[in-house]
């Protein structure tokens, strides 16, 4: 069931990179949270249209990963999920020239209203 989402400014150039950054990811879902493979989506989203703060900011890019997994995991290891899905973002745009903000945000999904599985 995990879904991610990348969304991406595109003045960061990793489009050559992300067949094998989501690939690594669903492995690495498969080992950090025990979840199936083929259950595992991804979608990209390079953004040719935002801003980032204000003209004054630090940061001319951003990266943002949402991950939506199914309930019953503990505070801990979503917490080791988020930290290694950042570490992962970071090494990926890690020859970027660009000032990026880096963003995860891990979010278990409410069964209640999910149909599709």
Do not use: W
């Not at 969304?7 to 690594?24: G, R």
């Amino acid at each position: 069931m995990p879904t991610i989402k990348i969304h991406y400014t595109n003045n960061i150039n990793i489009d050559d990179k992300l067949e094998l950054f989501t690939e690594n990811t669903h492995q690495m879902l498969v080992d950090v949270i025990a979840t199936d493979i083929d259950t595992c989506r991804t979608l990209v989203y390079p953004c040719s249209q935002y801003r980032v703060g204000s003209s004054n900011s630090e940061y001319n890019a951003f990266i943002q990963l949402d991950i939506a997994i199914l309930p019953g995991r503990s505070v801990e290891l979503r917490k080791k999920l988020g930290q290694i899905l950042l570490n992962d973002l970071r090494k990926l745009c890690k020859d970027s020239s660009q000032a990026i903000d880096f963003r995860v945000n891990v979010n278990e999904t409410d069964t209640e209203f999910y149909f599709g599985l």
